[in-house]
Structures are given as structure tokens and as C-alpha cells.
């Protein structure tokens, strides 16, 4: 399961992300058997899927954030053309330019 949460309140907005990370084709991704909560970390028999805890995934570029579930390494593209679209585009369209860019 994977989870992204936000919310808003008068004061301020705030998102969580999970930290689980699924690979395909890779052994462990940091080496520990067991997760920050005492689970064991998965691993398939054949030994091509993983599921490890991983950094926390939520970016932050000046006054907008992201979080995401899943795999980290296809949004780091996406946020870095969201990065370089927002120099010139309002928020909203930087990060629809840049989703559709990884299309």
C-alpha cells in the first residue's frame, strides 16, 4: 500500500508521504532486514523485487510541494522540469508542463 496525504486548516498546509520503496531487478536498496517499525523488509524468493523504507518522499521548490507514492526515481525528473518550468510558468502549469513532459 502506499499513501500520500494533505490538508489544509487556516494556519497552514501540510502532506505526508510513506517511505516504502518497491524495486524491480535490485537487491536491497539500504541493507536492513527490518523497517523503523520492526517489520522485516520484503524480498522475493527469486530475489528481483524489494520493498525497503527509503527517503521520505516529499520535495520542496520556494513556496510549493509535492509528495508522491511509489518509485522515487521517475518523479525526480518530473520535479526538476516542474523546477525549471516555474521560472516562467504559474505553479499549476509548471507541474502540468512537467507532468506531461514525462509522459
Known sequence: MTLCVGWIDSD???LTADSAVTALGKTR???????SFGEKQYQSPQGNVTVEESALKIFRHQNTA???AGDASPINGIFANFVESSRFLLPQEAFDA????SA
Open 12 to 14: 497552514a498546509v501540510y
Open 66 to 68: 509535492a509528495a508522491f
Open 98 to 101: 512537467a507532468w506531461m513532459s
Open 29 to 35: 536498496i539500504a541493507g536492513r532486514d527490518y523497517s
